[in-house]
Structures are given as C-alpha cells and as structure tokens.
C-alpha cells in the first residue's frame, strides 16, 4: 500500500486560481462568435500548447495498451462530450446557474470514484471538508442564481464525465506525461468541436473574431492549456475525489477577481462564505492518518 504524496496541494491551488477566470473569459467570447467555433478556437490554441511542449521534450517511452485505451477514455468522455455540454450549457443559462450545477461534479466524483468503483476509499474529514466547501461556494453563488434553465440540465449531465476520465487519466499519467495526455485530449475536443461548428455555425465573421481573439488566446493558452497540466498533475499526486473538492474554491477567486478588477463589491451573503470555505479547505489539505489505498499500482 502506498502513501499518497500531498505536495499536489500546490498545483489544485494554482490551477483553480487560474480556472477561475474561465467564465469570463467564454462569456466574452461568445459575445461575438457562435459557441461552437470559440469552444473549437479555444481547444485549438491549447493543442497547439501541448505539441510545443511535445517537441521540446517527447515522450521517451512508448505507452502501454492499457495506458493508449486509457487515454482515449478520457479524450471521450472530457476531450469530447465534457467539452461539448459544458459550452452548450454555458450558453443556455446563466454564470451563477452554471456554477452551481457544475459543484455537481464533487458529488459524481465520490459517487462513481469511492462509492462505486471503490477506487478510493472514503476519508470522513476530506468528505466533511467537501460539504463545507460546496455550502461556503453556495453562498458565493447565491446572489447570482436565477430560475432554471435548459443550460442546467445540459450541465448536470456533463458534469458526469469528468470523474471517470479523470480516474482514466491518473492511470495513464503513470507511464505518460501530462502534456501527452492532454495533447490528444486537446486534438480530440479540437476535431469533435470543429465539426459541429462547421454544421451549426458557419464561417465566422472577421470583426466578430478579432473581437474574440483575447480571450480566445488566454483561454487557449493559459487556461485549457498550463492549468490543465496543473490538474493532471494534481491528481496524480492527491486523490481525485479530494482534488475536486479543493477545485471548489473556484468561485471565490472569481468574486475576488471581480472585486479587484471590475470594482464588485461583495454582497453580504457572499461574505458568509469565508468561514465554512476556510474550515473545509483545512480538512481537505489535512492529511489522513492511514495510506490511500487507491494509489496502488493497479
């Protein structure tokens, strides 16, 4: 039984600071491209960072069969169809509602990771610190939720892939780099998105995609690009049902976020966020007393 190594705490932290801007970022650029060409523009820009990466320092080492089939587990079920409902559900609800139902995806985690698949066992102050974290988030959101939408629905469903390509991913990121893995996680989403786009959208206009461009790059690059390494990273070191929870804190950065840069204030709602995000983020980077034994070489 091996221990888990919990200096990926770091790299969830870093990642989710970075993520947090994701939504502003699609928000801007759907204003004036069709969401299926800035999902395929933006998937584009992080493969073209992932082959880079590829050419400076290939992968040495050919990957296994199981590693190859897990690789194309995850680039179906995140490469594609996270892709696809999380950009179609964007579009047909609103941030807060957005927010909201994707927290969904801690709930699947542990539901398919730990419940079902027994791949890691439960940690009562990690799943106590998880629930502290999502009622803190809930606050953050509160103010920003409408009724519902036909976006939530899309999202709820999507908010179901993720957990079982990210279990596929941690096995394969045993033999493999990051930046392979998400490479063709990247070429994947890249080609399935470019298709609908074709079908649905048509051909862009010239202003309406140098209006894009900006946000396309940085979400590109920076966002589905370094950060998604930082991910991988992360849960190849941590469990991913705790990985997830940390990610949760997503939302804060965002309200901070617009504080500093677009001068919103807080609401006092939002504020009683704090104590229940700060005590479930100490359970969360608490280490537990006994080894993981989902970190077995499987």
Known sequence: MKSRDFGGMPYILLSAVLWASFPVLTAVALKTL?????AALTTLCSTIFFLVILFLKPQKKMPSQRC?????????????????????????????????????????SYLFISVIGKHEPFVLPHVLGALLMVSGVMFVLAPSVHGFRTGDIVLLFGSMLPPLGNVAMQR?????????????????????????????????SQAGLMS??????????????????????????????????????????TMLFAY???????????????????????????????????????
């Open 34 to 38: 069709p969401v299926f060409t800035a």
């Open 260 to 298: 500093v840069l677009l001068s919103q204030t807080p609401e006092w709602v939002q504020l009683l966020s704090l104590p229940p995000v700060a005590l479930g983020m100490y359970l969360l980077t608490k280490k537990p007393a006994l080894p993981i034994g989902a970190l077995e070489e499987v």
């Open 172 to 204: 394969a990121r045993k033999e493999v780099s990051a930046a392979y893995i998400m490479f063709f996680r990247s070429l994947t989403g890249t080609v399935t998105l470019a298709i609908l786009a074709f079908i649905f959208d048509g051909v862009p």
């Open 68 to 108: 190859i089939r897990d690789i194309a587990f995850a680039c179906v079920t995140i490469g594609s169809g996270y892709y696809v409902f999380s950009y179609i559900g964007i579009s047909l609800t609103t941030p807060g509602n957005a927010a909201i139902v994707m927290l969904m995806e801690i709930f699947f």
């Open 212 to 253: 894009a461009l900006p946000a396309i790059l940085v979400g590109g690059f920076l966002l589905m690009g370094f950060s998604k390494i930082l991910w991988i990273e992360a849960i190849h070191r941590l469990p991913i049902t705790q990985t997830i929870s940390v990610a949760s804190i997503q939302p804060l950065f």
